[in-house]
Structure formats: structure tokens, C-alpha cells
């Protein structure tokens, strides 16, 4: 059984970093997209990021404009576990973060994933 399971979540000032992380379990995922989203409260689920490696061992990543420069995602594939390193948060980053993975990037970026994990709190004041 596929399981993605975030945690790291957290109260955090305006300015601060913080780093999530997403642990899959239930097979590798090592040739799999893995992507972060964000739901705020009343607002749809948002694309942040997202991270793959051709079989070249090449890595590409996508970001959202809103986090780009900020946000690094990155991944251990011997933990099967994404990472998400937010740094110079603001109160707009405060949201529900999902974890997701795909078959490809885009697909992922675009939000057709084949599972998602149930989200951690990043909560962020002025």
C-alpha cells in the first residue's frame, strides 16, 4: 500500500525557515515525480513544487512563481523522502502542505497524481 506521510509542519514568525518533509512508504519512489502543494483556508489546492531525476540521474524541479527563490524542494531516494526547505516565510505561505507523487513532472504540476499524503500545518505570523 502506497503511503505518503508529511511532517515537520509548524508555528513559524514571518522571516523564519522551515523545512518539511514527506516520507513514502510502500514501494521506491526513487523514479517517481514527487511534488508539494498548499491549501489555505477557503482557497483551492496551489501547485509549489515539484521534483524528478531522469535515469541519467539528472534532477529537474518545477516551483511556483510565489515561492521561487524562497523554496528549495529536494529529495533523498535511500530514505524515499521529499524535502521541502522554506525559507523568508510570510503569512501567505500559511497553508495546509500536501505531498503528491506521479508518474511524470508535468502531470504532477498540473495536479494529476496518483497519491497524496494528508498534509501538514505550516502556520506563519506577522
Known amino acids: 500500500q502506497v503511503q505518503l506521510v508529511e511532517s515537520g509542519g509548524g508555528l513559524v514568525q514571518a522571516g523564519d525557515s522551515l523545512r518539511i518533509s514527506c516520507a513514502a512508504s510502500?514501494?521506491?519512489?526513487?523514479?517517481?515525480?514527487m511534488g508539494w502543494f498548499r491549501q489555505a483556508p477557503g482557497k483551492e489546492r496551489e501547485f509549489v513544487a515539484a521534483i524528478n531525476e531522469s535515469d541519467e540521474g539528472t534532477t529537474y524541479v518545477l516551483y511556483a512563481d510565489s515561492v521561487k527563490g524562497r523554496f528549495t524542494i529536494s529529495r533523498d531516494n535511500t530514505k524515499n523522502t521529499v524535502y521541502l526547505q522554506m525559507n523568508s516565510l510570510k503569512p501567505g505561505d500559511a497553508a495546509a502542505y500536501y505531498c503528491?507523487?506521479?508518474?511524470?513532472?508535468?502531470?504532477?504540476?498540473?495536479?494529476?497524481?496518483?497519491?497524496w499524503g494528508r498534509g501538514t500545518q505550516v502556520t506563519v505570523t506577522s
Open positions: 503528491a507523487t506521479g508518474q511524470r513532472l508535468g502531470p504532477v504540476r498540473s495536479g494529476r497524481v496518483d497519491c
Open positions: 510502500g514501494r521506491s519512489f526513487s523514479n517517481s515525480a
